[in-house]
């Protein structure tokens, strides 16, 4: 072993780590009960239709899947008004972002990231021996920074990361500032708009006209938010015909398996599910947004189907104590947030019950008299450091 060549970039990147697993924490601490809202996911599980179509494709899982995924593209195209040419399918929406690294940055070049946000993009960039530059979210509200983000653009940028909604601050760009970036980024700099949990938001920018415009932009979607299907992984992007079919290229023969195939065309024909997902986030996360005002924590308005918030406490300390409890949130030390938490939109009963060991939580540590961090004490200040 201590002979071997590691390459330094992949030896030296961060490992991402997923929200905390239910099996895992009932055999922990000894719960049954367990509720997760760590990970984003669609409170209602796959769509039935879904499910019956990769049980019917699972009789013939003894031979290869489509080696290309013609049908899907099709679907896609379908679905957003574009050509199959326009799509570039994938393991999951990180698939897509690891393509993107491996196919536009080299060793030397930069990519602008813009914190705090989901940390794979650093995770990508840092592996293909590419520097991070890092331009930051306004402290107070989080929102973006466009002067600061061209500010930063030079002649070895080659990708410039947005994600909107953002994970895990819940704020977007607006069409105003989307289109001043676009208008004023240089040509040598691809824009990837990671826009998962669009199906959330309101107000959306147009980022399909950019495409059918032909600009430097990829967006990222993907099948595990409004979809619920995060366990079978499939994710696509959507460019101009000559950036996705170049993207293509990057991936590895049969890419996807023929259970995903079966499970996505099914997902994408049951428009009246998603419809039922995002009427039940929306009206959970208001609800989730108005009873966490009414607590001593400071959160933040979100369009995507979860929420930010800062306990007066030390973060780690509430979550682990949420836990004894029965919830899993999730801790935002892997997304540039120590002092925060993230929690995701769940069913009635699972927001109620998180709301309920929140607040228990909150007021034993307050009985404790538990000593409050540094950050915390800033009078519930959204501010956060690097």
């Excluded at 930051?136 to 509200?141: A, Q, T, V, W």
């Excluded at 398996?257 to 997902?277: N, P, R």
């Excluded at 682990?320 to 997304?335: A, D």
């Excluded at 009963?349 to 007021?363: D, H, P, R, S, Y």
Aim: glycine letters at 8%; hydrophobic letters at 45%; charged letters at 20%.
């Amino acid at each position: 072993m201590t002979d071997l060549s590691f390459n330094p970039n992949i030896a030296a990147a961060p490992i991402y780590v997923g929200g905390a697993a239910i099996a895992d924490i009932q055999k922990q601490y000894g719960i049954d009960d367990i509720i997760k809202l760590a990970s984003n996911e669609s409170p209602l599980g796959p769509s039935p239709r879904a499910v019956a179509a990769m049980q019917a494709a699972a009789a013939n899982l003894n031979r290869y899947p489509p080696m290309g995924d013609e049908s899907l593209r099709s679907a896609l195209a379908q679905l957003h008004g574009l050509e199959p040419d326009n799509f570039v399918t994938g393991n999951g929406g990180c698939d897509i972002l690891n393509l993107l690294a491996t196919a536009f940055l080299t060793p030397g070049d930069e990519a602008i990231i813009c914190r705090p946000t989901f940390p794979v993009y650093d995770n990508t960039v840092r592996r293909v021996g590419a520097q991070v530059v890092y331009v930051d979210l306004e402290p107070d509200n989080f929102s973006y920074d466009v002067e600061a983000m061209l500010a930063a653009v030079t002649g070895k940028t080659r990708l410039l990361y947005v994600c909107s909604p953002n994970n895990p601050t819940g704020s977007t760009i607006s069409a105003e500032q989307l289109d001043t970036l676009l208008n004023h980024l240089p040509p040598h700099v691809l824009l990837v708009m990671d826009e998962v949990y669009y199906h959330f938001a309101a107000n959306h920018p147009d980022t399909l006209g950019y495409v059918r415009r032909g600009q430097n932009m990829v967006i990222l979607h993907s099948f595990s938010k409004a979809y619920g299907l995060a366990g079978l992984r499939l994710g696509y992007g959507i460019a101009p015909a000559e950036i996705a079919q170049y993207l293509s290229r990057a991936r590895l023969p049969f890419h996807l398996d023929s259970l995903t195939f079966a499970g996505g065309l099914a997902a994408l024909a049951d428009i009246d599910y998603v419809d039922e997902v995002v009427r039940l986030v929306k009206e959970g996360r208001a609800w989730l947004l108005a009873q966490l005002g009414q607590l001593d924590v400071r959160v933040w308005p979100s369009q995507g189907n979860f929420t930010l918030f800062k306990p007066p406490f030390d973060a780690a300390e509430v979550s682990e104590r949420l836990l004894r409890r029965g919830v899993i949130s999730r801790p935002m030390t892997q997304f540039y947030l120590p002092t925060h938490l993230r929690v995701t939109v769940g069913l009635p009963a699972e927001n109620e019950k998180f709301i309920a060991a929140l607040g228990a939580v909150l007021a034993e540590l307050d009985a404790e008299g538990a000593s409050r961090s540094v950050a915390a004490r800033q009078a519930g200040s959204g501010e956060f450091k690097f």
